[in-house]
Structure formats: C-alpha cells, structure tokens
C-alpha cells in the first residue's frame, strides 16, 4: 500500500464546507477526504468522498 497511498494523508475537519471540499477535491484530484474533529488532535470522525459530495449537492 505504502506505494500507491499519499502521504501524508489529505484531512479536513468536520466543519470544511462543502465548497471548500470541493476545492481540495478539485485541486489535488483526490477521489477522498479524511474527515478528522480537528487540525490539532486529528481524531477520524469518517471519509468524505467525491460521490458523497455530488449527492449532498443534488
């Protein structure tokens, strides 16, 4: 996995937007999102993927 993974890992915090998630997704072409509580303690709360944008935005 180490090969293929990114690193470090791309991570927003439960109150990103979902137009500034939409701005990672673009910029970076990353198909996921680390969702974290936040940029201090960086405890995963879940994923947030492409898919589950476009379905939040329709």
Do not use: N, Y
Request: glycine fraction near 4%; aromatic fraction near 6%; hydrophobic fraction near 45%.
């Amino acid at each position: 996995m180490r090969d293929v993974m990114s690193t470090p890992p791309r991570c927003i915090e439960s109150d990103t937007s979902l137009s500034e998630a939409a701005k990672l997704f673009l910029h970076f072409g990353f198909r996921c999102l680390i969702v974290v509580d936040d940029e201090r303690r960086k405890v995963v709360q879940g994923i947030v993927t492409t898919m589950d944008l476009l379905r939040a935005l329709i």
